[in-house]
């Protein structure tokens, strides 16, 4: 019989007798009682319960040998091996650029499937399947995965199993194949050039791997390894071009090694990056991350961290969708015709245990993509949920008022510090007699009997376990404290939080978003070099039509994300809606959804820590900067305060963020790369670099002039107590944006200016010309009586008036005016 202290602990302080028989033992689980400010008795240290500790939870003695005194052999260069990956690299950086540049459509896809294959082969085949045995396969599918994982060119099946059963139960020790401790490029490739650390060996022959010699699949692929590798990895992709469709046999090898370089480069990706760069929402004591462009590139391998946490989960993620997961698609579509079966995956509530209890603060509340997502500040010290894996004792800042317990769901209204099992939420879980275990609760009940019985009080059923913000995972746990307190009055403390300010009490540390800076550092290259491109080779059709792409991708964010739902200066029917939602996704800036988020956010914090992009934190950072580094923690809070009831109502915003990840790269990305070369023979280079990532680049940094140009130079007539200006550059570039000083006084306003004509404004001509057909409706608009009221009480002096006899020329300024040799009538 195994009893967990967590539910005996307030709820029954007397044991059954049942369970008082000799030799039961009890599990004295990682659970945290959180304390008040009040003076506690002295609570004596029970036996078997540790007092101090610093033992690092589920980690075995021999782990932490292997920690403590890692051993140095002088291992030997394995020279065959790096000579082979270098001249294998070097073909494959050739063959790249032969592919490219001579290498027939066919062909590049052709490689491109073979691709994918082969990399299903290593994570829904010797990864899922036998190697973390997440689900069962039948005798075809097996035979596919084994073919599949022959076409990757990888290790035999055993070996490949053998060692990552080695690496996760002993990740990041000498005994670990590819230990990332000892650096990228060994985690890398460098394991692969070098002798096998003695551990590695050693751990490698104790490793149970019956079950894999027990398939005869398996042991087919084993016997004749060399044989499937070399049919299934080189000649297979190079003979199908040459022979069905005459690609050159040149050609055909070079992009057969590019292919195969690729898939090896990708799979190393998830031993380095994946245990380097990323978040850690399930566990910020091991080296795993969660990290996007491995999961992109790996078809799913990226989420790591949650795959080191709970490796027997098919999906190897929390998220059941399959944006960045195609493997977890590949397994689902064959359980649906019955050739995958028990398939292996882990309860919500067993994640969000598990995140809280040790996660770093970023979990994904939501699917991929989804509004949710939001990477936030790592947790507190003092945050009530202790880690169980931490090396240290911390315990809860006696200046703080109380929270929920979080090991009963009870409300602790008095500083109860109960040491003992402070101690214990940071051990390993620990093995006491039921003896020792009556101690502890005699121990809890004399410190409830002095402090008073209105100590604890029941948390109501319906009161959600954890935090319920929408748009951050971790509420404050200062304002969940105080809605059960005694003597308190909790309509002033929700008030109190609610009109707080915009500046955060929290010290605020920028952290850099290093995925984001490496891809817009590309991006921008790239862009430059398209620039060049376009004035030395690319056809004139292909600049015309990539002006034609930045004037329609820019008009989805002016008239459709901006002036539609994120101010909703107008309605619009649904053909138009659908029509705004393509175009917007042409310009790549988030989804609808999160767009207006973060722009109705900017309008009511404008210029605070709550601002995006506060230009007060300078010009780069207003630009660009606010998407190199992770959301300042007041703008995650405010967020959470903002309405997005419209949008979720809005069926084509929803059906944009849902699908977003798959409508995104087909507009953004393929058709304006395709439609040049199919259409008017445009070379791939030149439409990549020109037509596309320049188009994007350029649609980026016009739309990013409104948040640090328009923010910071230009005359403010409208009123001069704000940053926001109006900027002729500004709105010529940004089809009428940059009118932002009216803007911001009068946010509604359909054409973000005061102006009628189309001057400068491209965006109100779009919508005005869908208004005469019907299709925009409901235009919002300021009366000219108005706009001069605010003109004359905060403007700067600046307004512009058309000349003499202006309708919003005031009287003063009439009798101001001397005109010279005026004629007499």
Not at 334 to 352: C, H, N, Q, R
Not at 476 to 499: A, C, H, R
Not at 591 to 605: L, M, P, Q
């Amino acid at each position: 019989m195994v009893v967990h202290a967590s539910h005996l602990l307030f709820t029954q302080h007397k044991l059954p007798e049942a369970a008082m028989a000799p030799n039961h033992q009890i599990t004295l689980g990682p659970e945290i009682i959180e304390t008040t400010d009040e003076a506690v008795p002295q609570v004596e240290p029970i036996k078997g319960i540790p007092e101090t500790t610093t033992h690092v939870p589920n980690r075995s003695k021999k782990e932490e040998a292997l920690k403590e005194e890692p051993q140095e052999p002088d291992l030997p260069i394995k020279w065959g091996n790096v000579i082979a990956i270098f001249i294998f690299h070097f073909i494959a950086a050739y063959g790249f650029y032969v592919c490219c540049k001579e290498g027939s459509w066919t062909t590049i896809l052709w490689m491109y499937i073979m691709g994918q294959l082969g990399g299903i082969g290593v994570t829904g085949g010797v990864h899922r399947l036998w190697t973390h045995r997440a689900y069962k396969a039948k005798l075809p599918l097996r035979i596919i995965l084994a073919l599949l994982f022959s076409l990757s060119g990888q290790n035999s099946i055993f070996d490949w199993v053998r060692d990552h059963r080695v690496h996760h139960k002993f990740s990041e020790t000498d005994a670990d194949p590819h230990n990332a401790n000892r650096g990228f490029f060994f985690a890398h490739v460098g394991w692969l050039m070098q002798k096998k650390h003695p551990l590695v060996i050693e751990h490698g022959r104790k490793v149970d791997m019956s079950d894999v010699l027990a398939d005869p699949v398996v042991k087919f692929h084993l016997d004749h390894f060399w044989k499937l590798k070399i049919l299934m990895c080189f000649l297979i992709p190079m003979l199908t071009p040459a022979l069905v469709w005459g690609e050159p046999w040149r050609i055909a090898f070079y992009c057969m090694m590019a292919r195969y370089m690729f898939g090896l480069n990708f799979t190393w990706l998830v031993n380095s990056a994946a245990h380097i760069w990323g978040n850690k929402p399930y566990d910020r004591f091991i080296q795993p991350t969660e990290n996007y462009v491995v999961a992109f590139l790996a078809l799913g391998e990226g989420w790591h961290n949650y795959h080191h946490v709970f490796p027997w989960d098919y999906k190897t993620s929390e998220h059941g969708t399959y944006s960045f997961n195609w493997t977890t698609a590949f397994i689902d579509f064959f359980a649906m015709i019955g050739w995958a079966y028990d398939l292996k995956t882990v309860t919500p509530s067993i994640i969000e245990r598990r995140a809280k209890r040790t996660g770093d603060g970023t979990r994904q509340c939501g699917s991929v993509g989804g509004h949710h997502i939001h990477e936030e500040e790592e947790p507190e010290p003092d945050d009530f949920c202790l880690p169980p894996l931490s090396t240290h004792i911390t315990e809860p800042d006696l200046t703080r008022q109380s929270v929920r317990c979080v090991a009963t769901g009870f409300p602790i209204q008095k500083r109860v510090l109960l040491r003992t099992l402070v101690h214990t939420a940071n051990s390993k879980p620990t093995m006491a007699s039921i003896e020792d275990l009556q101690k502890l609760c005699n121990k809890v009940e004399s410190v409830i009997a002095a402090l008073g019985p209105d100590t604890v009080t029941p948390r109501p059923a319906t009161e959600p376990d954890g935090p319920t913000g929408v748009l951050y995972e971790d509420e404050d746990p200062d304002m969940v404290s105080t809605l059960n307190m005694k003597n308190s009055e909790p309509s002033n403390i929700q008030t109190e939080k609610t009109e707080s300010s915009t500046t955060s009490s929290k010290p605020y540390r920028l952290r850099i978003r290093w995925r984001n800076v490496i891809l817009l550092g590309y991006l921008h290259l790239a862009a430059l070099y398209g620039v060049y491109l376009m004035f030395t080779s690319a056809k004139l059709a292909t600049v015309l039509y990539t002006f034609v792409l930045y004037q329609i991708g820019g008009l989805g964010i002016t008239a459709g994300a901006h002036r539609l739902w994120a101010h909703r200066g107008y309605k619009a029917k649904w053909p138009l809606r659908v029509i705004l939602m393509l175009f917007n996704t042409l310009s790549f800036q988030n989804h609808i959804y999160e767009w207006v988020r973060d722009h109705r956010v900017h309008h009511k914090y404008s210029e605070t820590d709550a601002d995006p992009h506060n230009a007060k934190r300078g010009f780069f950072f207003s630009h660009v900067g606010w998407l190199v580094c992770r959301k300042h923690p007041m703008v995650i809070e405010k967020g959470s305060g903002i309405s997005l009831k419209d949008l979720e109502e809005d069926k084509i915003v929803m059906f944009q963020k849902k699908y977003y990840l798959y409508l995104m790269p087909l507009i953004c990305f393929l058709l304006p790369t395709l439609i040049p070369v199919y259409v008017w023979n445009e070379t791939w280079s030149n439409a990549w670099f020109v037509s596309t990532l320049l188009r994007y680049a350029f649609t980026l940094n016009v739309t990013w002039m409104v948040n640090s140009f328009a923010h910071m130079w230009g005359n403010k007539p409208y009123d001069k107590s704000i940053n926001p200006s109006e900027n002729y550059s500004v709105a010529a570039l940004a089809l009428g944006e940059g009118w932002h000083n009216y803007h911001h006084v009068f946010p509604w306003d359909y054409k973000t200016a005061e102006l009628g004509n189309y001057r400068l404004n491209i965006t109100t001509a779009f919508i005005d010309f869908f208004a005469l057909i019907g299709w925009a409706y409901d235009l919002k608009t300021v009366p000219s009586d108005v706009v001069m009221k605010r003109v004359l009480r905060t403007g700067d002096g600046t307004h512009q008036l058309w000349g003499w006899g202006d309708k919003d020329m005031t009287e003063e300024q009439k009798g101001a005016t001397i005109e010279l040799n005026k004629k007499e009538n």
